[in-house]
């Protein structure tokens, strides 16, 4: 019985953790990107300094919505350390975000002139936007957004944490994507993100939000593409001051 009221008492103070990680990385994620934002195509940095803000902005936004499968862990192995757990899912997170620089740098070293804010810069962006929100209705996405929801099988933390970080990948990876293109800098559409995927992966009707929430960016990409330059939030890039960033 002991044991049981101790585990108990564990368990209780997981989202009390997880969610004061996510505080600090927000309070820090603030410091370091405000006015930083240049929009589409917004210059990633070098290496390190790229790195050090998306795992620290992936913790903010993600560590909230990781509380229901680290207490399901936790009941499953009586001694899962949640910081073994949350290690592992960030380190596939951070993958995702290295695969998402090795892109950019690819598309910056071809030079794609075409690609300019002033030419079709718009419709590539608003192209990746409504490729987003039509994932949104797939069923992989809807199989992804269920697994991640119930959390992982087996009581390893480290595993579990793996698990559930490619069952987020498939379930917020192309939310994520949309963040890249509308301004990976931007607090504006960081915040947004942040409150759609909350809302799909642990409010009590979730799963139901994901269609609306597809043909919102279906919508939004249609939009970028028409008339950038009214879309709320948006930093147009031709008007953002030169960024000063870490190499």
Same mark, same amino acid.
């Given at each position: 019985?002991? &044991?049981?009221?101790?585990?108990?008492?564990?368990?209780?103070?997981?989202?009390?953790?997880?969610?004061?990680?996510?505080?600090?990385?927000?309070?820090?994620?603030?410091?370091?990107?405000?006015? &930083?934002?240049?929009?589409?195509?917004?210059?990633?940095?070098?290496?390190?300094?790229?790195?050090?803000?998306?795992?620290? &902005?992936?913790?903010?936004?993600?560590?909230?919505?990781?509380? +229901?499968?680290?207490?399901?862990?936790?009941?499953?192995?009586?001694?899962?350390?949640?910081?073994?757990?949350?290690?592992?899912?960030?380190?596939?997170?951070?993958?995702?975000?290295?695969?998402?620089?090795?892109?950019?740098?690819?598309?910056?070293?071809?030079?794609?002139?075409?690609?300019?804010?002033?030419?079709?810069?718009?419709?590539?962006?608003?192209?990746?936007?409504?490729?987003?929100?039509?994932?949104?209705?797939? +069923?992989?996405?809807?199989?992804?957004?269920?697994?991640?929801?119930?959390?992982?099988?087996?009581?390893?933390?480290?595993?579990?944490?793996?698990?559930?970080?490619?069952?987020?990948?498939?379930?917020?990876?192309?939310?994520?994507?949309?963040?890249?293109?509308?301004?990976?800098?931007?607090?504006?559409? &960081?915040?947004?993100?942040?409150?759609?995927?909350?809302?799909?992966?642990?409010?009590?009707?979730?799963?139901?939000?994901?269609?609306?929430?597809?043909?919102?960016?279906?919508?939004?990409?249609?939009?970028?593409?028409?008339?950038?330059?009214?879309?709320?939030?948006?930093?147009?890039?031709?008007?953002?001051?030169?960024?000063?960033?870490?190499?």
């Amino acid at each position: 019985e002991a &044991m049981t009221l101790k585990h108990a008492t564990g368990g209780s103070r997981i989202p009390l953790v997880l969610v004061a990680g996510a505080l600090a990385a927000w309070a820090v994620t603030v410091e370091r990107m405000r006015g &930083m934002d240049a929009g589409p195509g917004t210059d990633l940095g070098g290496l390190g300094w790229y790195l050090g803000i998306w795992v620290t &902005m992936t913790a903010a936004m993600m560590l909230p919505t990781t509380v +229901p499968a680290v207490r399901h862990v936790a009941r499953v192995a009586r001694h899962a350390p949640t910081l073994l757990f949350t290690a592992a899912y960030l380190a596939v997170w951070t993958v995702y975000g290295l695969l998402a620089y090795g892109v950019y740098q690819l598309i910056v070293s071809l030079d794609l002139g075409r690609l300019a804010w002033d030419r079709d810069g718009p419709y590539a962006a608003g192209a990746a936007i409504v490729a987003a929100g039509l994932y949104e209705l797939t +069923p992989l996405k809807r199989r992804c957004l269920e697994h991640c929801r119930m959390g992982p099988d087996g009581g390893n933390a480290f595993r579990g944490g793996l698990v559930h970080g490619l069952d987020c990948v498939g379930c917020s990876g192309a939310l994520m994507a949309v963040l890249f293109v509308l301004g990976v800098m931007s607090l504006f559409w &960081m915040a947004v993100v942040a409150v759609v995927i909350f809302a799909e992966k642990v409010l009590p009707h979730g799963p139901r939000f994901a269609p609306a929430v597809g043909v919102a960016l279906v919508v939004l990409g249609i939009w970028v593409a028409a008339s950038p330059g009214t879309v709320p939030g948006l930093t147009e890039p031709m008007g953002s001051p030169p960024m000063q960033m870490g190499s």
